[in-house]
């Protein structure tokens, strides 16, 4: 498990010395994996979903690296602001935005909107006119461990007819997306939705429309404790699928989030109660579904962090199933179940996640008035 937490992040947990809880972030784990990607993906470029993880050391390291960036709000986009980020460069693909948002996006120089809808179409149209739209796809994301599920996405049928329709707003139907689910582990997932979205291009060439792009959304699996497709073998799939396109659109991007940011980083919480509830050994920690470990309850497959702790002979000790709580007082505030971890932990303790770089932090609060864990970068 040791070797699990240092490849997750090469980082020397000892030396630092910040309180606990806290968030540990290399950042040339992230400039690395952006370069890993863009050699897995020839030809494919990068907008960074900065919601897994809007840090501002992220979105520095990953601008300097040459990525561009995929916005869900204005404030967003005021933050890639802050580092220089011209905003044609980015793409607003949130397929239901506020129109106020899309006014404020447009005005800033936002030109490039992803929709699913007509009663979206028509707030770009009225809020931002004359900018280009693609079109999200619903796909098979069954063999994601957080699907995208029903909320975004249509059929092809009504992608087609919306992409006229946007073209008789005086909009320019620009591309189509579609996103399979974030820690997709599947490769087929993208074949299948590269496969649709070739068939969209075909019929709207018949009306004179091609495409300027085509946006593979995100997905990408990092490494927890499980293995995935690798990212090699997924940039293979999308090579070949792409040769077989009816034409290759003049941009080809994709917009990983959690691939580039899991792994970088090391989240470290005190053990601050041990109980034993009646057969069941239980753990409170000082971080909880509330403060950064949101992930471990939304996903019905649960805890998949490699784990490591203070104690010196982590990987030799008898291990006992324990019960993971957080530090509220909350009953949903319980993140892990049967997690084998050393038998002689106790309070003080620290326990180390690793690849808690994505959907960590993001989803931090103050809830119970338990701060959420402090970041720390190192590296970069
Ligand atoms: C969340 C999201 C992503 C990033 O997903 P990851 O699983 O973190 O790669 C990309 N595109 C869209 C539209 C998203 O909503």
């Given at each position: 498990?040791?070797?699990?937490?240092?490849?997750?992040?090469?980082?020397?947990?000892q030396?630092?010395?910040?309180?606990?809880?806290?968030?540990?972030?290399?950042?040339t784990?992230?400039?690395?994996?952006?370069?890993q990607?863009?050699?897995?993906?020839p030809g494919v470029?990068v907008?960074?979903?900065?919601?897994?993880?809007?840090s501002?050391?992220?979105?520095?390291?990953?601008?300097?690296?040459g990525s561009?960036?995929?916005?869900?709000?204005?404030?967003e986009?005021?933050?890639?602001?802050?580092?220089g980020?011209?905003?044609?460069d980015v793409?607003y693909?949130?397929?239901i935005?506020a129109?106020?948002?899309?006014?404020?996006?447009?005005?800033?120089?936002?030109?490039?909107f992803?929709?699913?809808?007509?009663?979206?179409?028509?707030?770009?149209?009225?809020?931002?006119?004359?900018?280009?739209?693609?079109v999200?796809l619903?796909v098979?994301?069954?063999?994601?461990?957080f699907?995208?599920?029903?909320?975004f996405?249509?059929?092809n049928?009504?992608?087609?007819?919306?992409?006229?329709?946007?073209?008789r707003?005086?909009?320019?139907?620009y591309?189509?997306?579609?996103h399979?689910?974030?820690?997709?582990?599947?490769?087929?997932a993208?074949?299948s939705?590269i496969?649709q979205?070739?068939?969209?291009?075909?019929?709207?060439?018949?009306?004179?429309?091609?495409?300027?792009?085509l946006?593979?959304?995100g997905?990408?699996?990092?490494?927890?404790?499980?293995?995935?497709?690798?990212?090699?073998?997924?940039?293979?799939?999308?090579?070949?699928e792409?040769?077989?396109?009816?034409?290759?659109?003049?941009l080809?991007t994709?917009?990983?989030?959690?691939?580039?940011?899991?792994?970088?980083?090391?989240?470290?919480?005190?053990v601050i109660?041990?109980e034993?509830?009646?057969?069941?050994?239980?753990?409170y920690?000082e971080?909880?579904?509330?403060h950064?470990?949101?992930?471990?309850?939304q996903?019905?497959?649960?805890?998949?962090?490699?784990?490591?702790?203070?104690?010196?002979?982590?990987?030799?000790?008898?291990?006992?199933?324990?019960?993971?709580?957080?530090?509220?007082?909350?009953?949903?505030?319980?993140?892990g179940?049967?997690?084998?971890?050393?038998?002689?932990?106790?309070?003080?303790?620290?326990?180390?996640?690793?690849?808690?770089?994505?959907?960590?932090?993001?989803y931090?609060s103050?809830?119970?008035?338990?701060?959420?864990?402090?970041?720390?970068?190192?590296?970069?």
């Amino acid at each position: 498990m040791t070797t699990a937490l240092a490849s997750a992040a090469p980082i020397a947990l000892q030396l630092i010395d910040v309180p606990t809880p806290y968030l540990v972030t290399d950042l040339t784990v992230v400039a690395g994996r952006y370069v890993q990607f863009l050699c897995a993906m020839p030809g494919v470029r990068v907008h960074y979903a900065m919601k897994c993880n809007s840090s501002p050391e992220i979105l520095r390291t990953l601008a300097a690296a040459g990525s561009a960036f995929e916005i869900s709000s204005i404030a967003e986009l005021r933050m890639l602001q802050v580092h220089g980020v011209d905003p044609a460069d980015v793409l607003y693909s949130h397929p239901i935005k506020a129109p106020g948002m899309i006014a404020a996006a447009w005005k800033a120089g936002v030109r490039r909107f992803g929709f699913d809808s007509p009663g979206e179409l028509a707030k770009i149209a009225e809020n931002a006119p004359d900018s280009a739209v693609y079109v999200r796809l619903r796909v098979d994301d069954t063999t994601s461990v957080f699907p995208a599920g029903n909320t975004f996405g249509t059929d092809n049928d009504e992608a087609y007819d919306l992409m006229l329709l946007a073209r008789r707003m005086g909009l320019q139907p620009y591309g189509v997306t579609f996103h399979v689910g974030s820690q997709c582990q599947s490769t087929g997932a993208w074949r299948s939705a590269i496969r649709q979205a070739g068939e969209l291009m075909d019929r709207l060439r018949d009306e004179g429309i091609e495409l300027e792009m085509l946006d593979l959304g995100g997905g990408f699996p990092a490494h927890y404790v499980a293995g995935d497709p690798s990212i090699e073998q997924l940039g293979q799939v999308v090579a070949e699928e792409i040769a077989l396109l009816p034409y290759r659109p003049a941009l080809v991007t994709a917009e990983p989030g959690r691939f580039l940011v899991a792994e970088a980083s090391v989240l470290a919480a005190k053990v601050i109660g041990r109980e034993l509830r009646g057969e069941e050994h239980w753990l409170y920690l000082e971080v909880g579904a509330y403060h950064g470990l949101m992930e471990s309850l939304q996903s019905p497959g649960g805890w998949d962090y490699p784990m490591s702790s203070s104690l010196p002979d982590h990987d030799a000790q008898p291990t006992l199933p324990f019960t993971i709580a957080g530090p509220s007082g909350h009953a949903t505030d319980v993140v892990g179940y049967a997690i084998p971890l050393p038998a002689g932990l106790t309070v003080g303790d620290v326990l180390y996640f690793g690849s808690a770089g994505a959907y960590t932090l993001a989803y931090a609060s103050n809830f119970n008035g338990f701060a959420p864990p402090t970041p720390v970068f190192v590296g970069g």
